[in-house]
């Protein structure tokens, strides 16, 4: 009995973390691809100091996403609950270095996705007019590049976003260093940042399925449902190379570093 509770416990915990998430994102993400707009935009055409202005506002919305999660990671984390994934493809790494169950990752991942889905349809309630502006929030390939640069970039993003995860929260540095716990949020969220900046131009920044899943059935686009497989391919297969290259090349090279130690000193 106590097992179920925890495990309930847990999913609403991962529902309730993406749907804050999305919430908090709303649909800012595409705000980059129309800040030439206004520059071409007939109010702005004569008065070049009101369309710097707009570009401002809309280069810092960039640079917000990623400090949000500076905002939102420290609480989720600390909760204690159910990890504060809050990405199904942080889950799918996890679950690949077998820290989380088949059956928990699964649950957690559709937890994510209907806290998503919930997430957008708060904001497409309370933000409709910048929601439809800026075309739902939904994930696409940025016109000028292509389907396989935009799968490129979620994967390589994502691997970043997973191997910090990764790295921020080894149960043995934490064992060696007591305030790694406290800090892990931290290189999470300026991870999270730094791929923002990277990848915004070109797909909107996908790395979580859940997040792209629910602004892409609210929003119901045809040209966001037909780029909707590389927000699930790239970010699955990031966190497939990062817990391989965590899990079998560092760990593997640390113990066969620390087995040399060991066999040197006896000697």
Known sequence: MEKTTLILRQ????????QVLVFLQGPHRRVHRHAPLPLRHRSHRHRPQ?????LRRRRFTRY??????YDLRPRLLHRRVSGGHINPAVTFGLFLARKVSLVRAVGYMIAQCLGAICGVGFVKAFMKTPYNTLGGGANTVAPGYSKGTALGAEIIGTFVL?????????????????HIP????LPIGFAVFMVHLATIPITGTGINPARSFG???IYNNEKAWDDHWIFWVGPFVGA????????YILRAAAVKALASFRSSATN
């Open 240 to 247: 497939l190379a990062a817990a391989a290259y965590h899990q």
């Open 11 to 18: 999913l609403r915990s991962s529902t309730w973390g993406a």
């Open 162 to 178: 997973v191997y910090t995860v990764f790295s921020a929260t080894d149960p043995k540095r934490s064992a060696r260093d007591s």
């Open 215 to 217: 602004a892409a059935v």
């Open 182 to 185: 406290v800090l892990a949020p």
């Open 50 to 54: 009101e369309a710097n202005r707009s």
């Open 64 to 69: 917000r996403m990623g400090f949000r999660w």
